[in-house]
Structure formats: C-alpha cells, structure tokens
C-alpha cells in the first residue's frame, strides 16, 4: 500500500551539524539515509524533528547542566537552523511564529525537545512555545537538570516537577522515551495529560533491565492517557539479543513489537513509527530490508500480511500522530 507518513522522531538538525548536507540525497547507503529529500521522496510528509542536547554531546554538548546559558546556546543553533531552512522553503516548520509564509511542498516539522536543559528556566517556556516547540522530553540518558534519564536511578528533580506544570500550561505535550523508571512514575504523579513516547519499543518483548524501552506498565499508562508509542528501528531496540549488531533485526521483529504494543492498548490505533532514523547510528544498524525511508511499506505490506486493516495501516503510517498532534 502507498500512502505518506508522518515519522515521530528523526535528528534532522543534529545530522546536519555533525556536517552532513541535508539538502543533498544520500550517496553511500551503508552511512546514511537521511536527508530532506530522501524522506521526501520517502513520501514521509511529517516529522517530529528533534532538537537534541546532551551534556558531553560531542556534537551539541555543554559542560554542565548548571551552564544554562551554554544548554540554551545550542538549542538555539537548532531552532535557527529549523528556522533557516523554513525561510528557504525547504522545510515547513509548523506552529512557527515566523513571518516567511509557509511552503506547502516542503517537509513538515513538528518541534520535540529532546532533553530540555536549553529551556533556562519556567519562564523560557512561552518563549520555546511561541518559537513552535509542541513536544518536550525532560531529558536524554544521562539526565539533565531536570530528572534522571535512562542511564539514572533518579526521578524528576524539583525544578523538572516545575517544568512540567509549566509545560502543562502551553499544552506542551511530554515525550517519555529516555526516563529513568523513577522519573516516568514522577511524571505519572505530576500531570494528568497525554504523555507520548516518541521512539520506543517493549522492554518487556526485548528481556533487558535497561530503562531504554517501556514496560509493559509504563506502555499502558501512556495508552490510558491516550498518547502514541512510535516504533524505533535502531536494531539494538528490536532484538532480543539486545544487540547493535548489524542484521541482528528483521522486519518481523518490528511487527512483533507493534503487535505487543496494540495487544497492551487494545486498538491498533496508538501505535506508530518513532524511526530515530540514522541519528547517532548508520543505516548498518537499522533492520534488515529497512535500511532507507524508502523501505516502509515493506514494514506495511507485513502489517498487512498479519491482518491489519486498510484503516490501521493508514493509522500507523501518519493518522495516529496526526490525530494527536492535529496537523492535516
Ligand atoms: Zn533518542
């Protein structure tokens, strides 16, 4: 089946300011696989494109969590590189307070936050809301000064119990890949909204104690509150050896995840694609016969194969975060 896609996670800028050419396609398959026009001629209309920090990042680290000014210094990069390549037509960056009119062709970005030590304090976050940001993830693995990640026992720290609240105020929806067990439940206690996980899988089907991948429990939670869980494809994530390892995950692997995801939910319509495609690992370690955007409906026609309707099809390909997000 052909139909566009919305992916839920992709790097876009931290790709392209670890020195790739985003404008150009991708020339060496082995390396790469993202770029604007390889996931628009991906028929990927929509992504969630990240801006990712991370203390220590060799690429958009900062020193410490306690250097605002330096955390902010390089979201801010990202946001004018978002913001640069909409003023050139070559994204269309949604909810942007931007004066340049927006390019209807052009690739969709939906702002998500991932690790939000660039937000300085509770009162930058009508600043990031109006510059578009829609989608906040407390923090990446190594924690931020907000709450522990999944390398960290620790949970929310007050000030991340803070930005919740204000978060909550700008209808800024919590993105939970990347807590620590201590910090989901955290978050669980502080706020009744939806709480979403951009690029996860079952930590239950994988057999791991790593806090990278849902519980079972933590899966329900965020169906209960009528969030999304977006499929990761890093193979690390999807097989059972735990394993980054080249063709250590096929396809099935994917249906088997999405399968015990929709079992948890209940409906076939919470779950959808989170691809993290190529940010921070190369196509060797995506699963074998999806190396490229190119590729998802070969992920379709499985789904399909194992008795997905036309409508869920559609739904995981684009309308489960469409809905949520409410874009088209
Ligand atoms: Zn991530």
Known sequence: MQTHWVDGHVDLTYIALG??????????????????????????KTIAGTIYTSPGDHVLGYDSSENRDAAFSQGKKQLDLYRDLHTQGHINLLHTNQ???PNSDALEVILLMEG??????IDDVAWWHEQGLRIVGLTWSVGTRYAGGNNCKHGLTSEGKALVSALDAHNILHDASHLSEQSFEDLVSCTDTVIIASHSNSRNLLQTDSQRNLLD???????????VIGLNLCT??????????????TIND???HIFHLCDLAGNRSQIALGSDFDGGFTPKHLPIGLKHPSQLPTLLQQLQDNGFSEDELHSFAHGAWERLYKIN
């Open 19 to 44: 020195g790739r050419n985003i404008l150009k396609e991708c020339s060496t398959p082995e390396e790469e696989c993202i770029s604007i026009p390889d996931l628009k001629n991906s028929n990927v």
């Open 99 to 101: 004066e340049v009119p």
């Open 116 to 121: 939000a030590d660039p937000i300085r304090n």
């Open 217 to 227: 429990e933590q899966a329900k939670e965020i169906f209960n509150r009528g969030g």
């Open 236 to 249: 690390m994530f999807l097989s059972k050896t735990f394993s980054k390892k080249p063709q250590t995950a």
């Open 254 to 256: 994917c249906v088997e």
